[in-house]
């Protein structure tokens, strides 16, 4: 599967105030950002569906000096259409 990466991109791309890593889940990959320091208690920031960390790119500042913060990116499952389609002619016949 190809991705659309940022650096292919770079005519569209916004940079942000944090650096973005991508978690690779096998069948999805999560872009989160991490602020503040390994030994403070961990935060994690959800966005809402299809949301992004950038929601959170104001408030992390603030929470940094108390919490590693983490916000992450909604993950949003891709479908398979091809599989779909062939497991809706199964179920017809």
Not at 9 to 37: Q, T
Not at 67 to 78: L, N
Request: glycine share 6%; proline share 5%.
């Amino acid at each position: 599967m190809k991705y659309l990466e940022a650096g292919d991109h770079a005519d569209i791309f916004v940079p942000h105030a944090y650096e973005e890593h991508i978690a690779d889940l096998g069948e999805v990959r999560l872009n989160y950002a991490v602020a503040g320091e390994p030994g403070l208690p961990a935060l994690l920031l959800i966005p809402a569906q299809t949301e992004s960390w950038w929601g959170y790119e104001r408030a992390i500042p603030l929470l940094a000096g108390h919490f590693q913060v983490y916000a992450s990116t909604c993950a949003v499952r891709t479908i398979d259409l091809d599989s779909r389609s062939l497991h809706t002619r199964q179920l017809r016949q």
